[in-house]
């Protein structure tokens, strides 16, 4: 884990220097998890030129990060002086993840530093993952495999798309998922995935997730919203796979009775763009490009109207994945992005047709030196559920 | 529900009113869920002398609330001078739960006006419960006791904390938690509640909950990590009271075999001090004083080395609740709140017991004008698992 870290820390090392900044401080629990290896309660702390410390507000045990106690971060001028650490002229903050309150009082605290963002700096930097970090991929892959496997052992006639989803759920905790399901952005509230079935899934939701769905309260409108599955009813499963910190991401669909042609053909129709897809990426290829070429194939097809949505289309077809289900890259029209050996990604083109649900499939893959590595491994067809 | 947000947007006027705040905006989810009564994807604003309105960056259906679509913050001013309402001169942010770069881009679209933090206001006014939302705290109550009676019915010999953790999520999700734990605070990450048994008890979180333990995973140190249930263990729930957007807060304690008298003790003595509290709470009590009266209890009954925790103690006794499971007031030395008529807390004090686990009880409590109402209506003593 040492050597794991130690790159890391270079890397910010570098992305500093590249922002001319001396010293970087984090304390949001994904990057504080990104650089000591654990979610501790207080601040990360990098110099430029000094070893990385940790100054604790609540007790942690860390291996090989000097740490120190504080209360407050009034406190840290005083603590970095003792740890032979010289107060930074220019600081990166991480203006995205921590709130305007606590930016500013840290701004107070180091007063005599100029502050620059660095939420998008670090961002980047997550967004090419060592080899420890596509090993906890792959395990959580296979584990988000076996589980879905499991899922038509879950089904009983009559059931709802929650009742469906509740068993998945308990499915997926007895295999290891710690439940939370990290996503990025404030707002972007999920409990452990979505189960979408039969016209639920045109429900647009106030999240920037690929569907949408009802769900069942106004404190949490997304997913399930007690649709009892009927015949004809495509389900779509779009559980977490965070059986590691890092997540694999991954939707197969299930089908109630016969599903109508229509959505037979959208659902052969997403599969031959992951292999489109799959024939096409490797490193030096655009994003967007990837997404255009996704959306020109579902026109061509006919299935323009139904692409990501329908009453709301979101307007990307895949995304980065890592401790956050939604990291950089984004396959997405305005992205500036191309592939990268060490990137991983989500590649999920799906169609909602009207009455019957979603279909469509989604994979994690990893950029290789010359292609694309499916990590989700499990057969793509649609599972009957009888 | 149009009374219950009129009765809402009357007080936050008042706030901003004392604030000297001509308009207020609000992007967070509770705070969006407070004054609209749903989560929806983009801003409410409140003028002071002005009907509200929403500006929807997703559709959504709103009841009786103007709504104007907007793609980016940016558009605001234009929008609202479309819906006839003047640009603020002094503007409430949500400087706590908005993020620095949210908060730095809406105050670089008004320009014109000087901003103001908000959150704080906020919170104090979300402190007093209107009796709509009391309503829904004893729903949510009455869920959680048919909960926490079947707790046994999951219990197997031989099974660890996690396990029975997971069969009481599924209990909860079937009797309608909708999952997600909400807590106020950018790092206080937890997944639908804390199962803590044995030495487990003892291990501190960096998160500021009343107790902690290690958890499964270096990315969620908190809570159950498979210690098996073993003869003389004592049993700690305290699993999220969500089924509706207001929780409830409930603490049991659950023994396998039979705990030493040690435990038996402090468990007695967690439900005298319940009592005590019951006796003493009425508006106008202070809130630092219910702390202190249980600190100085803990101490007189040789308690207060494992009050609130051994190696790292919560300096807290109780804790406001509604839409986050930690709002205002909180039952601290530090406090400056008293009681008031509508406010809703939870009070736990617990005792942590070396080598056996966590024992006492928490309830949730209703302050009415003469006192209190206990909302979490179920036996307190301990209960056998067999």
Known sequence: MTNELEWKWERLRQAMADMRADGCLVASNRNLYWLTGRVVGGYFYLSLCGEPHVFLKRPAALDRIACTAIRKPEQLPEALAQAGLPMPRRLLLEDEALSYADC??????????????????LRRLR???????????????RRQVEVYRLIPSCYRAGMTDLELQ????????????FG?????????EIFMGSVLAGPNAEVPSPFDFALGGAGM?????????????TSGMAVMVDMSGNYTAYQS?????????????????????????????????RPGVSCAQLYRDALERAGREGLGGCFMGTRLQARFVGHGIGLDVNELPVLTPRSQDVLQEGMTFAFEPKFVIPQVGAVGIENTYLVTGSGVEK????DEAIVPLE
Chains 1, 2 share one sequence.
Do not use: Y
Not at 105 to 111: D, G
């Open 104 to 121: 500013v009082r840290l701004q107070r605290v180091f007063a005599t530093a100029e502050t620059v963002g660095g939420s998008q700096a």
């Open 127 to 141: 967004m090419i993952k060592t080899p420890w970090e596509i090993d906890q991929m792959r395990q959580s892959a």
């Open 166 to 177: 509740i068993e998945i759920e308990r499915l997926m905790r007895l295999h290891g998922s």
């Open 180 to 188: 939370t399901f990290h996503a990025d952005g404030a707002n972007m």
């Open 217 to 229: 309260h106004a404190c949490s409108p997304l997913g399930a919203n007690g649709t009892r599955l």
């Open 249 to 281: 991401d991954m939707t197969r669909v299930f089908a109630v009775g016969r599903l109508p042609e229509e959505a037979l053909r959208a659902h052969r129709v997403s599969c031959d763009m992951a292999a489109q897809m799959e024939r096409t990426a």
């Open 375 to 378: 990590l989700t491994l499990l």
